[in-house]
Nanobody
Framework: QVQVVESGGGLVQAGGSLRLSCAAS????????AGWFRQAPGNEREFVAS????????NYGASVKGRFTISRENAKNTVALQMTGLKPEDTAVYFC???????????????????WGQGTQVTVSL
């Protein structure tokens, strides 16, 4: 049974930074593509970032490009999302997504995702 768990959310002022972490049990995360999505109340789920299993390829949503960085921390078997220059419009529940099979790519629509975490709340205040 695969379980995906996010951590690191919280309340931060605009312009601040937060680092989210995604851990998975039941699989070796370093062999899977992973990504982050977010959803604000009343909004559809939005693609944030993805990284391939080897860490050699990353993709970002237009609204976060240049401010957020996704990375792998293989020694910890985690995937991190470093968020800087946070804006109130970044407020959302952030979900970690893990590919359905080894090396399956995750696209911006959520295609290729096999497991989702429960989400972690990020709130950015003015």
């Amino acid at each position: 049974q695969v379980q995906v768990v996010e951590s690191g959310g919280g309340l931060v002022q605009a312009g601040g930074s937060l680092r989210l972490s995604c851990a998975a049990s039941g699989l070796t995360l370093r062999l899977y593509d992973a990504g982050w999505f977010r959803q604000a109340p009343g909004n559809e789920r939005e693609f944030v970032a993805s990284i391939n299993w080897s860490g050699t390829s990353t993709n970002y949503g237009a609204s976060v490009k240049g401010r957020f960085t996704i990375s792998r921390e293989n020694a910890k078997n985690t995937v991190a999302l470093q968020m800087t220059g946070l804006k109130p419009e970044d407020t959302a529940v952030y979900f970690c997504a893990v590919g359905k099979t080894v090396a399956t790519a995750i696209d911006s629509e959520g295609g290729g995702v096999g497991s989702w975490g429960q989400g972690t709340q990020v709130t950015v205040s003015l």
